[in-house]
Structures are given as structure tokens and as C-alpha cells.
């Protein structure tokens, strides 16, 4: 995750030295914060760090997650696991604490992308959680030359 001032030589820097493979960067509301993915535990997790120096960190999720979406007024984060999108209530403060964490929508297909990144939305009065359903691919595409032809010799007939 790379970031750059836009107000100033627009130097791009490294948000944080880890080994780490960090995704799915989202800028809280206020602008103080940022969640991400990261694999620095060995497995991804949702994080977020203080913005735009980002030496304090906290695991938000646990066992294995990603896709971080922030509620419009930055007290919720929401992310994946497994099949489910879970919503991390947070609580405010110089350093912020996680204070639960529910399941908002489960048996979610198709809710992170391939590369991580949130393909569902929130609602900013939060009241709502909208998800793309993938396609099954049970359809058939017909193409039909000339149907114009074929309809009209139809409706003929079906005069007769």
C-alpha cells in the first residue's frame, strides 16, 4: 500500500516497511485512519492503522478476513469471513477498541474480490448492506438471424 501527498511534491512512500502483502486500503470517514488487509500474522486479517503516520495499529478481525468497509461515521467497520460480512462496532479514541463484533449479513456469496477489495456496500445510515449475486451461469444465449422473417411467417400461420 503506497501513499502520497497530493498538497505537496507528491512523493510516493510506502504506507508502512513490512514484509507484510497489504490490500484493500480504505480511508475512514475523518480522515485519521485506515483499514486494510494485511498477512503479517500469516493469515489476512483486517487492520487499521493511524493515518497518514500509521504507528499505532489494531487487528480489528479474527480468523482470517479482508475487505474492510468503513460505516459513514467511521464507528463501524465492516468486513469479510469465510461467507459472511461482519460488522466491528468501534469504539472512539486516540487508540480505538474494538467493542463487539456481529454478523450483519451471512451466507453472502461473491462479497471481496479475487484481489481483496469490498464488492458490497453499506448504507450510510447503516441500515442496509448491498452485495452483486454472481451469476449461476444457467442461461442460454439464443441468436436468432433473420427472426424478423421467422415472426412474420409465425403470425401468418397462426392466422390461418
Given at each position: ?41 500469516g ?6 492503522r ?38 466491528a462496532?468501534?469504539?472512539p ?49 439464443v ?18
Amino acid at each position: 500500500v503506497l501513499r502520497v501527498a497530493l498538497d505537496s511534491s507528491r512523493t510516493v512512500q510506502p504506507l508502512s516497511a513490512t514484509r507484510a502483502q497489504e490490500v484493500a486500503p480504505q480511508i475512514s470517514p475523518d480522515g485519521h485512519w485506515v483499514a486494510l488487509s494485511s498477512d503479517e500474522s500469516g493469515t489476512a486479517e483486517v487492520y487499521i492503522r493511524s493515518f497518514p503516520d500509521p504507528a499505532v495499529k489494531l487487528q480489528v478481525s479474527v480468523g482470517g478476513a479482508g475487505a474492510p468497509q468503513w460505516s459513514a461515521d467511521g464507528r463501524s467497520l465492516y468486513y469479510v469471513t469465510g461467507n459472511s460480512i461482519v460488522q466491528a462496532r468501534l469504539a472512539p479514541g486516540a487508540v480505538p477498541r474494538v467493542l463487539a463484533r456481529d454478523t450483519a449479513f451471512a451466507n453472502v456469496q461473491g462479497a471481496a474480490t479475487g484481489y481483496g477489495e469490498a464488492n458490497y456496500n453499506v448504507s450510510r445510515d447503516g441500515s442496509r448492506i448491498v452485495v452483486p449475486i454472481p451469476e449461476s451461469g444457467g442461461y442460454q444465449l439464443v441468436v436468432a438471424p433473420n427472426w424478423i422473417t421467422e415472426f412474420r411467417e409465425r403470425m401468418a400461420a397462426s392466422r390461418k
